[in-house]
C-alpha cells in the first residue's frame, strides 16, 4: 500500500453513537455524515467499519448508499453474540444497509470463536457468499496471539496506539501476519485521550499524565499535531492492513488526511514504542467506566 488513504477504513460509530472520551459534538447530523463518506469517496477511503450495535450507523450508510449507488465502500460489520442466528442478524444488517455481501463479518467479542455452531454459521455465510472474509474484535495482547492461530479466521482487528504500542502488540501482529491473516488496527487515539486537555482527566487516568506530557514534548519536537504523530505511527508498520480512525466532523477527518507525507525516522519510532504502561486498564477503554 503506497498511501494512508489506502490503509484509512472509517469506523462509523461516531456516526451512530456520542462516542469517545473526548466527543465534543456527539454524533453528527446525517448531512454532515454524508459529507464525511462524500469525502472518504473522493479520497480513495474505501473501507467503512460498522456494527448492528453501533447506534444508527448502519441506518446512516444505507441512507447514503441509496442516494449513491455506484459507491466503491466495503463492509465490515459485526454481530451480536447473544441474539438471533448469525444469517438473521445478517440478513438485517444487509438490509439496512442496502447490499448484497460484505467484506468482513466479525465476531465482537474473542471469547465466543469456539463457538462451533457460531464457526460452522460464519463459514456456511462465506461459502454461500454473503461475506468475502471472518474477523474477529480483539482486546488483550493474550487473544491477540490466540486470534492469530485460529485458521478459520481472515481478519483480527486489534487496539494499537502511541501506548498500547508495537512493544506490546509487534510480536502478535507477526504473528498473524506469519498465518495470513489481515491486521486492521483501531483506537489508535485511544477515543481522543491523546489530546484530551490534561486538568479534564477521569481520575482513574491521571497516573497518565507523566507519558501524556513525554507525547505532547515530542509532539512539538517534530511540529506535529499528537493526532498527526499516532497515524503517523501507526502507518509506520507494513504489517498493519487497516488502520481504523472515527471522526466527529469532515474537518477532522480532512485534518487528519493530511498525514500522509508524514514519515517518523527510526529514532523516533522506537521512542514511542520504548513508552510501557504500568497498569493495562489505563489504557483499556472498557476500564474506564
Not at 164 to 178: C, E, F, H, T, V
Not at 269 to 279: G, R
Request: proline residues 4%; hydrophobic residues 35%.
Amino acid at each position: 500500500m503506497n498511501s494512508l488513504q489506502e490503509k484509512l477504513v472509517l469506523g462509523t460509530v461516531q456516526l451512530g453513537l456520542p462516542y469517545g472520551i473526548n466527543n465534543q459534538t456527539g454524533k453528527p447530523s446525517e448531512g454532515e455524515a454524508f459529507l464525511i463518506l462524500d469525502l472518504c469517496e473522493r479520497e480513495g477511503i474505501r473501507y467503512l467499519d460498522t456494527a448492528e450495535s453501533y447506534g444508527e450507523s448502519e441506518q446512516i450508510i444505507g441512507s447514503y448508499f441509496l442516494k449513491h449507488p455506484n459507491h466503491h465502500f466495503k463492509i465490515l460489520t459485526k454481530f451480536k453474540s447473544n441474539e438471533a442466528s448469525l444469517k438473521k442478524q445478517l440478513s438485517s444488517s444487509l438490509e439496512r444497509l442496502g447490499v448484497c455481501g460484505v467484506y468482513g463479518y466479525s465476531y465482537h467479542q474473542f471469547s465466543d470463536v469456539h463457538d462451533l455452531e457460531k464457526k460452522h454459521e460464519l463459514l456456511d455465510l462465506k461459502n454461500g457468499g454473503l461475506i468475502q472474509k471472518i474477523g474477529v474484535s480483539v482486546y488483550t495482547v493474550e487473544e491477540l496471539d490466540a486470534a492469530a492461530l485460529l485458521d478459520h479466521i481472515d481478519i483480527i482487528q486489534t487496539p494499537f496506539n502511541l501506548f498500547d504500542n508495537w512493544s506490546l502488540r509487534g510480536p502478535g501482529i507477526r504473528r498473524a501476519k506469519a498465518n495470513k491473516k489481515e491486521v486492521h488496527v483501531r483506537s489508535v487515539f485511544l477515543q481522543g485521550l491523546f489530546y484530551r486537555e490534561l486538568e479534564l482527566l477521569p481520575e482513574m487516568l491521571k497516573p497518565l499524565k507523566p507519558e501524556l506530557l513525554r507525547l505532547r514534548e515530542l509532539s512539538k519536537q517534530m511540529g506535529l499535531p499528537v493526532n498527526h504523530l499516532a497515524l503517523a505511527y501507526a502507518s509506520h508498520f507494513e504489517e498493519i492492513d487497516r488502520i481504523i480512525i472515527g471522526v466527529e466532523s469532515q474537518r477532522q477527518l480532512m485534518d487528519n488526511l493530511s498525514v500522509q507525507s508524514q514519515i517518523l525516522s527510526p529514532g523516533i519510532i522506537d521512542q514511542i514504542s520504548s513508552i510501557q504502561i504500568e497498569n493495562p486498564k489505563w489504557i483499556d477503554p472498557r476500564a474506564w467506566k
